[in-house]
């Protein structure tokens, strides 16, 4: 993949090797022009710039090319304002009671707090998978799964430990969990924009992603995929105005919801920022995702032999890796460590988690980035 060209669309990448793509992914120019102009029309124009039939389309682009990421119709793409929404909202669509849901212990909060605290209030047991060496064994989601078994939970790459469920892992845990009635929930916020989706195939019932990581976009959205079958069955936790097949009919005697994944949008929100999201997909899309996987992989994997070969660093991150590395250091404070990365003459910009330094490159670096972080870490060490 060549991406000298695309680099002037991220001007930070000029001075700094910006490797911090699992929290905050950096926005190229295009999507950034396109979402500020956007805004400001509607600042200036109110209902000039935004007519009754405009937002009722107004999603309409981000869910095209949100069937386009995930490979499935857009009818199938209802829009969020975060991930965390999103989990929450389903969560709560269904029915739970008397029921249990797997997850995994090394889990982002917003993943497993939306069923502790159903569990709360409802009869729900909530059984979260250990890692054994930072690693979840398939084996073991796939052994917990039993007749009780509402929802199984989990990340398609784990912010953390930077473990990915490779295609095989999901669609054997989908098949597990839908012969006992259950469902597959995926977040994928950590996944999309580099790794190729085709949620049919995985046969998962929900997948979400969020804007603001690997999908390259400003913050404030988050799609999600949701199965046909199961998307007729559910009553959306959260309703309004946009909820209902014709959103301009104003009738609040009667609670109706349309009849595709569109129920689940249920208020006004920032609109610039999902139309935001749709642009930095189609960014995404021009270069190609696999295109993007494969350079990831390439970074990734030469920062994994690198760090290997030095004798203070301990890797976390297992083989079946995403675009994510995350290692410990014996005997050094990583904050102290993460400090001097940071300041240096051109600084290398990380997350530290858990004490744990996690590296995350996307279309915007180089080898030579991941080269200059080892030869510092070195030095440093
Ligand atoms: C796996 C995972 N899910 C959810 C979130 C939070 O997403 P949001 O801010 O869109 O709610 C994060 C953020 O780091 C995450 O890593």
Same mark, same amino acid.
């Given at each position: 993949?060549?991406?000298?060209?695309?680099?002037?669309?991220? /001007?930070?990448?000029?001075?700094v090797d910006y490797l911090n793509a699992a929290s905050i992914?950096?926005? /190229?120019? /295009?999507?950034?022009?396109? &979402?500020?102009e956007i805004e400001t029309?509607?600042?200036? =124009? =109110? $209902?000039?710039?935004?007519?009754?039939?405009?937002?009722? #389309?107004?999603?309409?682009? #981000?869910?095209?090319?949100? !069937?386009?990421? +995930?490979? @499935?119709?857009?009818?199938?793409? !209802?829009? +969020?304002?975060?991930? $965390?929404?999103?989990?929450? @909202? +389903?969560?709560?669509?269904?029915? #739970?009671?008397d029921g249990k849901v797997i997850s995994t212990g090394v889990e982002f909060p917003s993943v497993t707090y939306p069923w502790l605290r159903i569990a709360r209030k409802e009869n729900v047991k909530v059984k979260l998978i250990t890692a054994e060496n930072w690693r979840i064994p398939i084996d073991v989601v796939l052994n917990e799964i039993d007749e009780n078994t509402r929802v199984v939970v989990l990340s398609h790459a784990e912010y953390l430990t930077g473990q990915k469920f490779d295609n095989d892992d999901i669609k054997k845990i989908a098949k597990r969990i839908h012969e006992i009635g259950g469902l597959l929930v995926v977040d994928g916020i950590q996944a999309a924009g580099y790794l190729p989706i085709n949620v049919r195939e995985l046969d998962v019932d929900?997948?979400? %992603? =969020?804007?603001?990581?690997?999908?390259? &976009? /400003? +913050?404030?959205? %988050?799609?999600?995929?949701? !199965?046909?079958?199961? @998307?007729?069955?559910l009553e959306p936790a959260l309703v309004g105005w946009r909820s209902t097949e014709d959103m301009w009919n104003f009738n609040a005697q009667e609670l109706s919801? !349309?009849?595709? &994944?569109?129920?689940?949008?249920?208020?006004?929100?920032?609109?610039?920022?999902?139309?935001?999201? %749709?642009?930095?997909?189609?960014?995404?899309r021009n270069i190609g995702i696999k295109n993007i996987h494969d350079h990831n992989k390439k970074l990734v994997d030469i920062l994994a032999e690198e760090l290997i070969s030095i004798e203070n660093v301990d890797i976390v991150t297992p083989e079946d890796r995403c675009s994510i590395l995350t290692f410990g250091l014996k005997d050094k404070d990583s904050k102290i460590v993460a400090k001097e990365l940071r300041n240096l003459k051109r600084p290398i910009e990380f997350s530290l988690r858990l004490g744990l330094l996690r590296i995350a490159p996307?279309?915007?670096?180089?080898? %030579?980035?991941?080269?200059?972080?080892?030869?510092?870490?070195?030095?440093?060490?």
């Open positions: 993949m060549e991406i000298k060209g695309l680099l002037d669309d991220f /001007p930070t990448t000029k001075t992914g950096l926005v /190229p120019n /295009p999507v950034i022009k396109r &979402s500020t029309e509607l600042a200036k =124009g =109110g $209902t000039l710039a935004l007519d009754e039939e405009k937002e009722t #389309l107004i999603y309409d682009g #981000l869910r095209e090319e949100g !069937a386009k990421l +995930f490979s @499935c119709d857009a009818e199938d793409i !209802a829009i +969020f304002n975060s991930t $965390t929404e999103a989990l929450n @909202c +389903f969560a709560w669509s269904l029915d #739970l009671k929900i997948y979400i %992603a =969020g804007s603001y990581k690997w999908l390259l &976009s /400003p +913050f404030g959205t %988050a799609i999600a995929y949701v !199965a046909k079958k199961l @998307c007729d069955k919801y !349309a009849s595709t &994944s569109r129920k689940f949008e249920y208020s006004s929100s920032a609109y610039s920022v999902k139309l935001g999201l %749709a642009e930095s997909i189609k960014y995404l996307h279309i915007y670096n180089t080898e %030579a980035d991941i080269l200059h972080f080892v030869e510092n870490l070195r030095e440093i060490l």
